[in-house]
């Protein structure tokens, strides 16, 4: 008996030893806020109601690290480096790990592009090679300066779909400016037979696809795009958070909260639909 109580004792210490030694790995951050910059309407990504996605990702790194959240709502992408170096704000939730602008954590999610077709026009594409993207009255919406467009100028299928650029940009010149385009716009466009098909970033789409009326099917496209030339258009992307580079140390507690709580990200992500690829 007075062995089973030794036992039992070595368990309950190696226990408390674990939990104690988690508690001091989780990641601490040595300021009085964490300041993120997020659109102020840019669903499903965030909006200044905090009804975005990227809002709910945001709390669990406020809470993990223990700091309130300040947003900075831009309306202009285009100013936004000018923004974090001025010090208005110093972590972006989502973003590419090759974006410039930034330092950047690990990967936390890889996702890609989607065909969104109505079911009952039974529309099977999964790749850009397919023979249907070719035929001109194949009408297919992409967002603006997005690999879409790159693969409409591959196949001539551009200057066909030039109108609706300019449609959905509410003809207005995009040059040095930014006009912002509802992702939502082209999914009802789909549903509303106004397009066959729309591509669109999986996490953009996710939400608007599950809200249709009209019952749709989101397929993610093939990563097997390429150029003319045989260089590949990806179509499948890691997502990371973005630093400010006047705060490096940042890149550390951020990649701490991504250890600690990957899956209640994850768990946010599949809540909002957004299919997910092995990284």
Same mark, same amino acid.
């Given at each position: 008996?007075?062995?089973?109580?030794?036992?039992?004792?070595?368990?309950? !210490?190696?226990?408390?030893?674990?939990?104690? *030694?988690? =508690?001091?790995?989780?990641?601490?951050?040595?300021?009085?806020?964490?300041?993120?910059?997020?659109?102020?309407?840019?669903?499903?990504?965030?909006?200044?109601?905090?009804?975005?996605?990227?809002?709910?990702?945001?709390?669990?790194?406020?809470?993990?690290?223990?700091?309130?959240?300040?947003?900075?709502?831009?309306? /202009?992408?285009?100013?936004?480096?000018?923004?974090?170096?001025?010090?208005?704000?110093? =972590? &972006?939730?989502?973003?590419?790990?090759?974006?410039?602008?930034? &330092?950047?954590?690990?990967?936390?999610?890889?996702?890609?592009?989607?065909?969104?077709?109505?079911?009952?026009?039974?529309?099977?594409?999964?790749?850009w090679d397919h023979p249907y993207l070719k035929e001109k009255n194949?009408?297919?919406?992409?967002?603006?300066?997005?690999?879409?467009?790159? #693969?409409?100028?591959?196949?001539?299928?551009?200057?066909?779909?030039?109108?609706?650029?300019?449609?959905?940009?509410?003809?207005?010149?995009?040059? /040095?400016?930014?006009? $912002?385009?509802?992702?939502?716009?082209?999914?009802?466009?789909?549903?509303? #037979? $106004?397009?066959? #098909?729309?591509? *669109?970033?999986?996490?953009?789409?996710?939400?608007?696809?599950?809200?249709?009326?009209?019952?749709? /099917?989101?397929? &993610?496209?093939?990563?097997?795009?390429?150029?003319?030339?045989?260089?590949?258009?990806? #179509? $499948?992307?890691?997502?990371?958070?973005?630093?400010?580079?006047? $705060?490096?140390? !940042?890149?550390?507690? !951020?990649?701490?909260?991504?250890?600690?709580?990957?899956?209640?990200?994850?768990?946010?992500?599949?809540?909002?639909?957004?299919?997910? &690829?092995?990284?």
């Amino acid at each position: 008996m007075f062995a089973e109580v030794k036992k039992n004792s070595r368990t309950w !210490l190696s226990v408390c030893l674990s939990l104690t *030694l988690s =508690v001091f790995a989780l990641p601490t951050l040595a300021a009085d806020v964490l300041n993120i910059c997020a659109g102020k309407s840019e669903l499903p990504f965030s909006n200044d109601q905090k009804q975005g996605f990227e809002n709910k990702i945001a709390a669990v790194i406020g809470k993990t690290l223990n700091v309130p959240i300040n947003y900075f709502w831009w309306t /202009n992408p285009l100013t936004l480096q000018k923004d974090m170096e001025e010090g208005k704000c110093d =972590v &972006l939730i989502g973003t590419d790990p090759n974006d410039p602008r930034v &330092l950047v954590t690990k990967p936390y999610y890889r996702s890609g592009y989607v065909f969104v077709t109505r079911k009952d026009r039974e529309i099977d594409v999964t790749s850009w090679d397919h023979p249907y993207l070719k035929e001109k009255n194949f009408r297919i919406g992409v967002m603006p300066d997005s690999p879409g467009k790159n #693969m409409l100028l591959q196949i001539n299928r551009f200057d066909d779909m030039f109108d609706y650029f300019t449609e959905i940009q509410n003809f207005q010149s995009t040059r /040095n400016r930014y006009i $912002h385009v509802e992702p939502s716009r082209l999914v009802n466009d789909v549903a509303n #037979m $106004h397009l066959h #098909m729309a591509m *669109l970033w999986a996490p953009e789409a996710a939400r608007y696809v599950r809200a249709s009326d009209v019952p749709l /099917n989101m397929v &993610l496209v093939d990563d097997t795009a390429k150029k003319t030339n045989g260089e590949k258009i990806p #179509m $499948h992307y890691n997502v990371v958070m973005g630093v400010s580079k006047q $705060h490096p140390e !940042l890149v550390e507690a !951020l990649n701490g909260v991504i250890d600690a709580h990957g899956a209640e990200i994850t768990a946010i992500l599949k809540d909002e639909g957004v299919p997910l &690829l092995n990284q």
